[in-house]
């Protein structure tokens, strides 16, 4: 055994038996971060109990006895989504990463850090992170296991509430170490960022470190560096950072798309079912559609992913996807007195007596309150088989097909219900100028309109002119490109009022594009300036509830579009500046011509 480990307790797994490469990736980080303790994941459920052990131990979790096998977790409230301005990307060159903006305009495509930089930086946070605390190390597969779209990778990490959550949300365990052998992994290191003895008192004793916490990525060499942060799409390193940022990155190498989509198959009365992707910022209702309830007759969405999808045409031509996770971090609420789950909106069906405590442990809060009873990013972690409506294909190794890519964002003016793009560049240039209000994902205020190219903003890796230029040279003879198509579900009144009932009535949208991308005799398209919108009545609104006015979601306000289109090429162009493909320059130029003619 290697002198180093001879020094540190190995309570449970054999360092020894680890393929070469992962144990000189473990001494490395040993050596870094100086644990007391290290503890090789296998991924058992004996394990998980011991994790959940440590963690009621802790008094991070405590159960929630209405349900099986469920608990909840606390966070200190400073530890609560991700943070864009401390994530970074280090490459040799800036403008590999993100592309520079025009002069004295701020970019807003990611952040550059100089390799000596992030040394730096990891030199100020990791040496003797770990000192008292176990360093666990988890080998897990992105990808149903076996897939040649899967990937592997490594995490260590320094807490137990994290790996119980990849446990979750990847395959992980001994078997993947096995099928990994001598293979490639994406590195990843994570520490919360607290030794032991601590220097300040844990808040809700959650171990974080706000003021160091950062996510730092090496597109090159496929490492991930997170510090000071527990929250989900910082510490879940399979997420975000990997299965997008470094996926990403990987995928432009290797000539397929990994992006932040949902993936859902979609099966019509005559029993013909299509899957389609969709891409909404954070925030935007992704979980929801990929778990849509149809409300129409006949119709079922079956769910394969929520939020992410690792795309690539095969040797027929057709582009096919998988969900490289293996669960749900969807959106979720504030604790009940009976040991169960609060959601905004569920006020009605509480039980008599029943009372709800806040995130932040005010016991009895009342609907209505002035403050939400959860965090709004607050979260659930699931396992996607226990997902009732579960695609029987979702774990399919050679993905799905997919005919249909839809763009989408929280649009409250000027954007119609649905439109398709006219073809593939027109498509890309629709997901390129994605925009969306504010979230609360990440570290932003208010709800003013932001810019989201093709709802990867804050997961771009690369250069996002490059990006454009990877997604227009997806196109080429003999494959079958999807269409592209952009929605908006949540478009208003001028008294503030959804024009939209959404959920579950979203299914007579996604059967207007299905119609659309088979090859139905029905004229239902007609053609804008902005694209195809549905032609007056094509869209099944048999049975609604109340009647939508057509006109108001479908118009198209020509100063709104004008005032749209400046903002569009000014945002494209102050941002991306000299990297931007000229066909983005051609679409803003052939939009202005079809509206000039409307
Ligand atoms: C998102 O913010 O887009 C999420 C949640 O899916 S997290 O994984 O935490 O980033
Ligand atoms: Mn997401």
């Given at each position: 055994m290697i002198d180093l480990f001879k020094r540190i307790t190995v309570v449970r797994g054999e360092v020894d038996s680890l393929p070469e490469k992962v144990l000189a990736f473990l001494e490395h980080d040993v050596e870094l971060c100086q644990p007391s303790f290290i503890h090789i994941c296998d991924g058992s459920d004996e394990e998980n109990r011991l994790m959940l052990d440590i963690l009621m131990a802790d008094e991070i979790i405590q159960t929630l006895p209405k349900y099986d096998n469920c608990v909840l977790a606390h966070t200190d409230p400073r530890d609560v989504a991700r943070v864009e301005s401390k994530t970074f990307i280090s490459t040799q060159l800036q403008r590999e990463a993100v592309a520079l903006p025009?002069?004295?305009?701020?970019?807003?495509?990611?952040?550059?850090?100089?390799?000596?930089?992030?040394?730096?930086?990891?030199?100020?946070?990791?040496?003797?992170?770990?000192?008292?605390?176990?360093?666990?190390?988890?080998?897990?597969?992105?990808?149903?296991?076996?897939?040649?779209?899967?990937?592997?990778?490594?995490?260590?990490?320094?807490?137990?509430?994290?790996?119980?959550?990849?446990?979750?949300?990847?395959?992980?365990?001994?078997?993947?170490?096995?099928?990994?052998?001598?293979?490639?992994?994406?590195?990843?290191?994570?520490?919360?960022?607290?030794?032991?003895?601590?220097?300040?008192?844990?808040?809700?004793?959650?171990?974080?470190?706000?003021?160091?916490?950062?996510?730092?990525?090496?597109?090159?060499?496929?490492?991930?560096?997170?510090?000071?942060?527990?929250?989900?799409?910082?510490?879940?390193?399979?997420?975000?950072?990997?299965?997008l940022r470094i996926g990403s990155a990987i995928a432009r190498r290797e000539g397929?798309?990994?992006?932040?989509?949902?993936?859902?198959?979609?099966?019509?009365?005559?029993?013909?079912?299509?899957?389609?992707?969709?891409?909404?910022?954070?925030?935007?209702?992704?979980?929801?559609?990929?778990?849509?309830?149809?409300?129409?007759?006949?119709?079922?969405?079956?769910?394969?992913?929520?939020?992410?999808?690792?795309?690539?045409?095969?040797?027929?031509?057709?582009?096919?996807?998988?969900?490289?996770?293996?669960?749900?971090?969807?959106?979720?609420?504030?604790?009940?007195?009976?040991?169960?789950?609060?959601?905004?909106?569920?006020?009605?069906?509480?039980?008599?007596?029943?009372?709800?405590?806040?995130?932040?442990?005010?016991?009895?809060?009342?609907?209505g309150s002035d403050h939400p009873a959860a965090h709004p990013n607050s979260r659930f972690c699931t396992p996607a088989g226990q997902c009732p409506t579960i695609d029987p294909n979702w774990e399919d190794p050679a993905g799905v097909p997919i005919d249909a890519i839809i763009f989408g964002g929280r649009r409250p003016v000027g954007i119609p219900l649905v439109y398709e793009s006219l073809n593939w560049q027109h498509g890309v240039f629709v997901g390129a100028t994605v925009s969306s209000e504010a979230t609360s994902a990440a570290e932003y205020a208010g709800h003013e309109v932001m810019h989201d190219p093709f709802s990867a903003r804050p997961f771009l890796s690369y250069n996002a002119g490059d990006y454009i230029n990877h997604w227009l040279e997806m196109e080429m003879p003999g494959r079958r490109m999807p269409k592209i198509f952009h929605v908006n579900w949540f478009r208003r009144d001028s008294k503030g009022q959804f024009l939209w009932p959404g959920f579950g009535e979203n299914i007579r949208v996604l059967d207007w594009i299905l119609r659309r991308c088979s090859n139905e005799k029905d004229d239902i398209a007609e053609m804008s300036p902005i694209g195809f919108i549905p032609k007056q009545g094509s869209i099944n609104m048999d049975g609604l509830e109340n009647p939508v006015d057509w006109k108001k979601l479908f118009d198209l306000p020509k100063d709104f579009w004008i005032a749209e289109m400046d903002n569009i090429e000014k945002y494209l162009t102050d941002q991306i500046n000299e990297d931007l493909p000229r066909e983005m320059i051609k679409e803003i130029e052939d939009l202005r011509q079809r509206f000039n003619q409307f």
């Open positions: 025009k002069a004295g305009v701020k970019g807003q495509l990611g952040n550059w850090m100089s390799p000596r930089d992030l040394e730096t930086a990891i030199q100020e946070r990791f040496p003797g992170c770990m000192k008292g605390r176990t360093m666990y190390l988890l080998a897990y597969c992105m990808g149903p296991m076996g897939s040649p779209l899967s990937k592997f990778g490594i995490q260590v990490t320094d807490s137990a509430y994290v790996v119980a959550c990849m446990r979750i949300m990847t395959r992980m365990g001994k078997q993947v170490l096995d099928a990994m052998g001598d293979g490639d992994f994406v590195r990843c290191l994570h520490s919360v960022g607290c030794p032991l003895p601590l220097k300040e008192p844990l808040q809700r004793n959650w171990p974080c470190n706000p003021k160091l916490t950062f996510i730092a990525h090496k597109t090159a060499t496929n490492e991930v560096m997170s510090f000071g942060s527990g929250y989900g799409g910082n510490s879940l390193l399979g997420k975000k950072c990997f299965s397929w798309l990994a992006e932040h989509m949902l993936i859902v198959g979609v099966t019509n009365p005559e029993g013909v079912k299509r899957y389609l992707v969709a891409a909404f910022p954070s925030q935007c209702g992704k979980t929801n559609l990929a778990m849509l309830t149809a409300t129409l007759p006949g119709y079922k969405v079956e769910c394969v992913g929520d939020d992410i999808a690792w795309m690539r045409f095969d040797e027929k031509g057709q582009l096919r996807a998988i969900n490289p996770e293996n669960g749900f971090f969807g959106v979720c609420p504030a604790r009940t007195s009976d040991g169960g789950v609060f959601w905004e909106g569920l006020e009605k069906d509480l039980p008599e007596g029943v009372t709800i405590t806040s995130w932040l442990g005010e016991e009895n809060w009342q609907p």
